[in-house]
T-cell receptor, first 118, second 119 residues
Framework: AQTVTQSQPEMSVQEAETVTLSCTYD???????LFWYKQPPSRQMILVIR??????QNATENRFSVNFQKAAKSFSLKISDSQLGDAAMYFC???????????????FGKGTKLSVKP | GAGVSQSPSNKVTEKGKDVELRCDPI?????LYWYRQSLGQGLEFLIY????????KSGLPSDRFSAERTGGSVSTLTIQRTQQEDSAVYLC?????????????????FGEGSRLTVL
């Protein structure tokens, strides 16, 4: 079964600085999808960025980018020019390409709480 | 609707009572998921519906928990004889299906959750 590990329960960054959140996963599949979700205090989970494993190019969405290392099974999130509104829980998630049974599910890490200092 | 809608937003109940939580997914999304999130914790998978297929109930923590999805759209999560440990935020999400085609990576769209407090 696949697992997702976020080794940093909490992180802190100064406003306007850069921070990197770590995520590793374990799978025997060669093709899959990876996601970073943000959960602010309002509770609603919002997709930040996604990566398809067959794509070698790292995904980028404005100030958010990933460092996808397929061989190392690592999928870290880099937030540049951090803003106060970036303060939230961040969850890394894995989805199998197969969608039968429980493989239709997203597997989430336990999350990293990011604080942004003014 | 434009997004996933959940109700009630907050529910306070007494131990032993039954509760129903409702989820209205995004129109056209045939996959629907329920997750539970305890205070400060990650997401615990509960149940997954896809179209007319049998739901994946592998995450339901006990037989006090059940869910149904009527007409392939709205879903109701029912917790019978609630216990204090059931207190959590219950999140619903939906997605397009199948994924892996036409650029659909199967991302989940979440509702704002229902916070359940069992006294």
């Amino acid at each position: 079964a696949q697992t997702v590990t976020q080794s940093q329960p909490e992180m802190s960054v100064q406003e306007a600085e850069t921070v990197t959140l770590s995520c590793t996963y374990d799978t025997s599949e060669s093709d899959y999808y990876l996601f970073w979700y943000k959960q602010p205090p309002s509770r609603q989970m919002i997709l930040v960025i996604r990566q398809e494993a067959y794509k070698q190019q790292n995904a980028t969405e404005n100030r958010f980018s990933v460092n996808f290392q397929k061989a190392a099974k690592s999928f870290s999130l880099k937030i540049s020019d951090s803003q106060l509104g970036d303060a939230a829980m961040y969850f890394c998630a894995y989805r199998s390409p197969n969608y039968g049974g429980s493989q239709g599910n997203l597997i989430f890490g336990k999350g990293t709480k990011l604080s942004v200092k003014p | 609707g434009a997004g996933v809608s959940q109700s009630p937003s907050n529910k306070v109940t007494e131990k032993g009572k039954d509760v129903e939580l409702r989820c209205d997914p995004i129109s056209g999304h045939t996959a629907l998921y329920w997750y539970r999130q305890s205070l400060g914790q990650g997401l615990e998978f509960l149940i997954y519906f896809q179209g007319n297929s049998a739901p994946d109930k592998s995450g339901l923590p006990s037989d006090r928990f059940s869910a149904e999805r009527t007409g392939g759209s709205v879903s109701t999560l029912t917790i019978q004889r609630t216990q204090q440990e059931d207190s959590a935020v219950y999140l619903c999400a939906s997605s397009l299906f199948p994924f892996g085609t036409s650029g659909n990576t199967g991302e989940l769209f979440f509702g704002e959750g229902s916070r359940l407090t069992v006294l």
